[in-house]
């Protein structure tokens, strides 16, 4: 990691806590459901057409709003019928982003109520300077340039001081074009006792968010310049 690196910005779906909690899951099964009801079809047809509106325009939500005019607030609803208490308190993951220097921000495409009801749960409440949702993105999600612009103006962004984490590789491709530095977060751990590895370029992939960010603050990760 560049030693200048001074503005922190993470995901928050299986990054901030892992795939095994089955929170995810839940919100792809109210997405699913949110789907069935609406083109009246069943779970298989649930699954494809949401597979079809991801892959043509990002998000299910957006995709549900420039085909079908969906109000977001509508469609967003779904997150109030999901079950956080999935989530624990992640000590060390806490102590870890507080050790960091300068900034850190949570940029989602999920909402502000989704990001505080698993912050709250994480224990990581208070531990970030600012969160980028869905809604401040007005409504354009990543891996879309214009959602990474939006987010970098209205944080006053320096690409070249920044890191940023995301369990999906696509998501990583614009910052890695502006100069941040990119991990991505995937939890299938690799040879050896680092909690990281290159995957290519400078590019990180790390399956121990905490213990990387730990190694971070003591000097273990080999700089990459």
Known sequence: MRPDIDTWVLDLDNTLYPPSTGLADQMNHRIREYLSNHYKTDEAGARRIQSELVATHGTTLRGLMTTEGIEAADYLAFEHRIDYSVLR????????????????????????????????????????????????????????????????????????RTAFFDDLAVNLDVPDQLGMATIWVNGEPGPGPAPYELVGGSRRRVWDLAGYLRSLSDGSVISDK
């Open 89 to 160: 308190p992640d000590g060390a993951l806490a102590a870890a982003i507080a050790a960091l220097p300068g900034r850190k921000f949570v940029f989602t495409n999920g909402s502000a109520y989704h990001v505080e009801q698993a912050l709250d749960r994480l224990g990581l409440t208070g531990h970030f300077d600012g969160t980028f949702d869905i809604v401040a993105g007005d409504l354009i999600p990543k891996p879309y340039p214009e959602s990474y612009q939006l987010f970098s103006t209205k944080f006053g962004i320096d690409p070249s």
